[in-house]
């Protein structure tokens, strides 16, 4: 099995979740198109690295999706508004079983039972998680209704003024280290 030490989320990224290694170092197992590697570190740090590189983090995402959404339990991330990279978890991001969907990857579900359900993806892959159909629904859902709110917020016009000619003389007085404001 190829193991990667970096990895970057991209549009044929199907899922990321945990798992570990011979040495029992948690790492993550990744399908990305019609093949699976996994990669030298956790979930959290891939997705934490991936967001470093468009401006932002891991908890600075998990904030701005609280922000948009409300109070919840466990946030989708925008991970790349401008490609349509949204994942959303089935368990708390702290637990290594959880599993990050990519949000435009997951095709259909279908219930096994209770507690269970199967989630057809992509590249024809079916995930079987431990977690109710209506439960994982609502998890899609949430992550459509964030995209939504980002692609609004992020498709308004940029509003700005036009200022006068007549602005502000601005000097440092050297003996008080204050700038005096002259109209």
């Known amino acids: 099995m190829e193991i990667r030490e970096e990895y970057l989320i991209n549009e044929k990224t199907v899922l990321l979740t945990g798992e570990y290694d011979s040495n029992g170092k948690l790492i993550t197992r990744v399908i990305d198109g019609g093949e699976t590697f996994q990669v030298d570190l956790t979930p959290s740090q891939v997705i934490d690295a991936n967001l470093l590189l468009v401006g932002s983090n891991l908890c600075g995402s998990l904030h701005s999706s609280k922000n948009l959404l409300g109070q919840l339990y466990m946030y989708p991330l925008t991970i790349n508004s401008r490609l349509g990279i949204y994942l959303l978890p089935t ?93």
Do not use: P
């Open 91 to 183: 368990k708390s991001l702290k637990k290594r079983n959880c599993v990050w969907f990519s949000l435009i990857h997951i095709k259909n579900t279908q219930s096994l039972g209770i507690r269970k359900t199967k989630v057809y993806t992509s590249y024809g892959h079916i995930v079987e998680i431990n977690m109710r159909k209506s439960a994982f629904i609502n998890r899609v859902q949430i992550a459509k209704d964030l995209r939504e709110m980002i692609i609004k917020n992020s498709s308004s016009a940029l509003m700005y003024y036009i200022e006068s000619q007549n602005g502000f003389y601005i000097s440092e007085d050297s003996s008080t280290n204050k700038y005096k404001f002259i109209k």
